[in-house]
Each structure stands twice: as structure tokens, then as C-alpha cells.
């Protein structure tokens, strides 16, 4: 017999068939070579569906030329020599075979989103065609030839063929090696097929399919807030924890002394239902005693910081819920003196954003002193006029008693928005001069009018405290975990005050594990 093995599928192969043939008394004839079932010498054969085998008169050699898209081993053929003689020989067997081309692809699999399903697909071909049939085995997983699936054991993943490929789909979440604040290596599954092609050729194979794992994500967002009691802003700690799942959020109080109407607020940090989601509660403690979070309910709440969702959820938020006002914090008071002070026009002068009236305003660069008719004090009678460029409270003047024969008076007005809102008249002044009583009015002004009523007086400059618009921040750092440890840190800061806005400031990018990473 004669036989050519491994060659490559749709390729012509040629035997010499009489290389290893021979005639005791002669010699053979290579022009008599003759394929069984051709017409005579030197003929050539065709198989339906398979080729063509054709003899070179020549050398004697039998070639196969395949038919297209066949890519099969073809059926034996026997062929017979004569010698010089003309005696012809007993049949001999021609044998050729293929070695199928198996065309394969490994996947790479990223758990992310809790929404998204991880899955992937590879390519299981077999001389360039889907096979006819595919087989998978592995450790730990059972095939279903019925659903052309296979089945891992402990239901963590299956893998489905069909047309060429091969789709692995994750079913649950696998618990990878922490690596800490490194990349967890990933999980390797390998695949053993068997592949048949239409011809019924088959061919074995190997593919590994890689698992990495995936990270909890935060959008680390931060806001304000409008100091008014039912505010609530959302969207704080946007929080994904991925296809690993729970885990939960860890919170942490990172704020200073707090009160709340002028009592202190106290707060705790609970997880009320044992979920792994913190809550945080901020209340002015009535009974001094609240340790747990069915104390609460006698304290008087002040702003608290929960999930969003109310039932337990792997992508969610945080929302900041203002029950009641916080105190904002006390405002320095500005000391101003005159000595910066320049001329408007002859009523006018500016000392910074301070606009000082008067008739015929006259300011000495000796004593640093404002007054009035071309001279630098305040006589009986006079009067000179503070115009704010925002709201104040608590002016006092830091006065000079001139003439020293006694103390001096004085009648102030405050106005806001040019309505009177406070007055009062004969203020005594210090002796010695000095910073004259406080003027206070409820809601502050942003105009003040001075006019003396006995005595004569320099001024040198005001101290008071501007009423803008006073916020205090909240601050509040977290740790967010997914099922198997993963942990993304961070904090943030909202900003509370009566004139602010309540809304959600975007920040990025997002706060991301090393898992979080996409192959």
C-alpha cells in the first residue's frame, strides 16, 4: 500500500506509487499505471464529492486533487502496473489523509457593572468552517449535548456553541484573591473541544477563558445645601459595587463642634437593619443618653445622611436630609481704619468699599481723622454718614474726644434698602474716647447716620462684623466594599447656608479600585 498522511486540508497530494514497486525479470511500465474503476491506463478517477485522481503517464504517479470545500480524508483507491512484458499486477491500495486546521480563540472576561451580565465570545472553527458538532469538557462543568451548552457544577458559569463560536457567560461572581490596593489576579478557566467538520473529520482543542475581577466605583460628588429644615440633596456617594455585590458603605463623621438653635448636636453612626450600609444621624441628645438607634426617637433631629433606596441595593447613593437649621458660625468683625481713605468728590470720600458722606468732607493725614465743613472733627450739630457696601451689624466708632470737657453724645439712624430700621439718640461716648457702644439692629443695615449732640469728636475708623452670607461646611469620608473586599476610600464636603442653593456638584473622575479596570 501507499499512503501520504498529515497534509494540509484542500491541498492537491501526489504518491509515487511506483517507488516502492518492482519486476524480479523486467521492468514496469509507468504508462499502464491504472486507477480501479477508471476507463483504462493512465485515466483518471472522480468521487462525487470528494476529487479527482488523475495518473502521470509519465513518472507513474497517482495525484488527489480535491473538490472545493472539501476537506476530508477521501476514500482509498487501488490501482494495478503492468510491466514490459505486459503482465499486469495485483491491485494495490492508495491512502491519503488530512490533518484538520483548527482555528481557535482564547477570552478575556471583565466583571463590572451590576446591571451587565459579564460575558464573551471566541471563535471554534475547523478548517475555516463552523464544525458540524462541538463537544466541550472541563474540570467541574457537565456538557448538555441537547442544548449544545456547558454547565459548570457549581452553577458559577456556562459556555454555549454554535456557528463558529463559543459564548462564556458568568452566572454569579467568583471570589478572586484580594490583592489590596492592587489589581487582583485573574481566574483562568480551561476548555478541552472536539470539533467534526461536515465531512466527519474531527479535530481536538484547547481554549482558557481569564476572569478579572472587578471593583466598586464611586462618583465622589459633593453639593450644597440650603439651611432650611426639610432640604434634602441627592446623589452623595454614587456608589456602584459591581457584579461581586455586596459588601455595603462604611461612613465616617469627619465634622467638627455642631449646634443646632444654639443646643449642641451629637452624631452617631448606625446600621439600623444590618444590611453593611451605614447611617448617619446628627440630633441634639434630650436625654443624654442615646447609645443606640432606637434611642433616637426622643431626640430632637437635625440633618441625617441614608441610602437613597430604602431596600438594600448594589448601585445606589447616599442622600443628606435637613430636619432642622444648624448654626452657622460667628463672623469676625472687620476693624477699619481711615488712613486708606480718598477723595470721591467734596462730599465723598472711599475707605475701601466704605462710602463716608458728609458736607464739605475733610480728612487730616496727620491724625487720619473724617470731618465735616472742611475740618477733621465732628462738632455739636454735625453730621457725618456710613454707607456699607453689604449688610452690617454692630458698628462702633473708634472716637477721639477732642475738647475733653466731658463726654460726648451723639443720635444714630440705620437704614436698609433707604428705610429707617433702627435709632437711637444721645449715645454717651467713652470719656476718654475710645470705641463707642455697639449699634445693633435685628437684620443689620447698610447704611449708618451719625450726628453729634454734644461735645466735638474725631473719627479714626469703624468696627463691625458684615452680615454676607454665612455657610458652614459639612464634612463626611466613606469606604465602599464589594463582595469579595474590594474597597474604595474617600470624603467630601457640602456646603449649608440660608442663601445657598440646595444641588449636586459632579466631580471627576469617578473614585475607582485597581479591579475597576476594563482589559
Do not use: C
Not at 462543568?141 to 451548552?149: L, P, R
Not at 454734644?454 to 469606604?479: D, M
Amino acid at each position: 500500500p501507499d499512503s501520504s498522511n498529515d497534509n494540509a486540508p484542500g491541498s492537491a497530494v501526489t504518491l509515487n506509487v511506483l517507488g516502492n514497486d518492482n519486476d524480479p525479470d523486467g521492468t514496469l511500465n509507468p504508462a499502464s499505471v491504472q486507477i480501479v474503476g477508471s476507463t483504462g491506463p493512465g485515466q483518471p478517477l472522480s468521487v462525487p464529492g470528494q476529487g479527482i485522481w488523475s495518473v502521470d503517464t509519465t513518472t507513474g504517479a497517482i495525484t488527489f486533487t480535491p473538490s472545493p470545500g472539501f476537506t476530508g480524508n477521501p476514500t482509498p483507491i487501488t490501482y494495478t502496473v503492468a510491466d514490459n512484458l505486459g503482465l499486469v499486477s495485483n491491485p494495490a491500495t492508495v491512502s491519503i489523509s488530512y490533518v484538520p486546521v483548527v482555528t481557535v480563540t482564547n477570552a478575556i472576561v471583565d466583571e463590572s457593572d451590576a446591571s451587565l451580565t459579564p460575558a464573551e465570545s471566541g471563535i471554534l472553527r475547523i478548517n475555516g468552517q463552523a464544525p458540524s458538532s462541538i463537544a466541550l469538557s472541563a474540570n467541574g462543568a457537565t456538557w448538555d449535548g441537547s442544548k449544545q451548552t456547558l454547565f459548570a457544577d457549581d452553577g458559577s458559569y456556562k459556555v454555549e456553541v454554535g456557528n463558529g463560536e463559543y459564548k462564556f457567560t458568568l452566572e454569579k461572581a467568583l471570589a478572586h484573591a484580594n490583592a489590596g490596593t492592587q489589581e487582583s489576579p485573574a481566574i483562568d478557566f480551561a476548555f478541552s473541544a472536539t470539533l467534526t467538520d461536515q465531512n466527519g473529520i474531527s479535530a481536538n482543542t484547547n481554549f482558557t477563558v481569564s476572569v478579572f475581577d472587578d471593583g466598586p466605583t464611586v462618583g465622589n460628588n459633593t453639593g450644597s445645601i440650603k439651611n432650611s429644615s426639610g432640604e434634602t440633596l441627592s446623589g452623595l456617594i454614587d456608589y456602584n459595587l459591581g457584579f461581586d455585590g455586596f459588601g455595603g458603605v462604611k461612613l465616617q463623621d469627619l465634622n467638627g463642634r455642631l449646634s443646632s438653635r444654639s443646643d449642641s448636636v451629637t452624631i452617631k453612626i448606625f446600621d439600623s437593619n444590618g444590611d453593611g450600609f451605614d447611617e448617619l444621624y446628627a440630633f441634639v441628645d434630650k436625654g443624654n443618653q442615646t447609645t443606640r438607634f432606637e434611642d433616637l426617637t426622643g431626640d430632637r433631629m437635625v440633618f441625617s445622611l441614608l441610602p437613597t433606596a430604602t431596600d438594600r441595593v448594589v448601585d445606589g447613593a447616599y442622600k443628606l436630609v435637613l430636619h432642622d437649621v444648624l448654626d452657622m458660625p460667628s463672623q469676625l468683625p472687620v476693624s477699619l481704619a481711615f488712613d486708606g481713605a480718598s477723595r470721591v468728590s467734596a462730599g465723598q470720600f472711599s475707605v475701601g468699599s466704605l462710602l463716608v458722606e458728609g458736607n464739605n468732607l475733610f480728612f487730616d493725614a496727620n491724625s487720619k481723622h473724617i470731618g465735616v465743613n472742611n475740618d477733621s472733627v465732628l462738632d455739636r450739630g454735625e453730621a457725618i454718614t456710613f454707607k456699607f457696601s453689604s449688610l452690617v451689624n454692630g458698628v462702633q466708632l473708634n472716637e477721639f474726644n477732642v475738647d475733653q470737657s466731658g463726654p460726648d453724645r451723639f443720635t444714630w439712624t440705620a437704614y436698609k434698602n433707604d428705610v429707617v430700621v433702627g435709632s437711637r439718640a444721645n449715645v454717651v461716648a467713652p470719656t476718654n474716647g475710645g470705641l463707642t457702644p455697639v449699634i445693633n439692629v435685628s437684620g443689620g443695615y447698610d447704611r449708618l447716620k451719625i450726628e453729634v449732640t454734644a461735645g466735638k469728636f474725631g473719627v479714626a475708623g469703624l468696627k463691625y462684623t458684615e452680615l454676607g452670607a454665612q455657610n458652614l461646611k459639612l464634612n463626611f469620608g466613606f469606604a465602599a466594599n464589594d463582595g469579595d473586599g474590594d474597597s474604595v476610600t474617600g470624603s467630601f464636603t457640602v456646603d449649608t447656608g440660608a442663601q445657598l442653593s440646595t444641588n449636586t456638584t459632579s466631580v471627576f473622575p469617578e473614585l475607582q479600585h485597581p479591579d475597576s479596570l476594563v482589559h
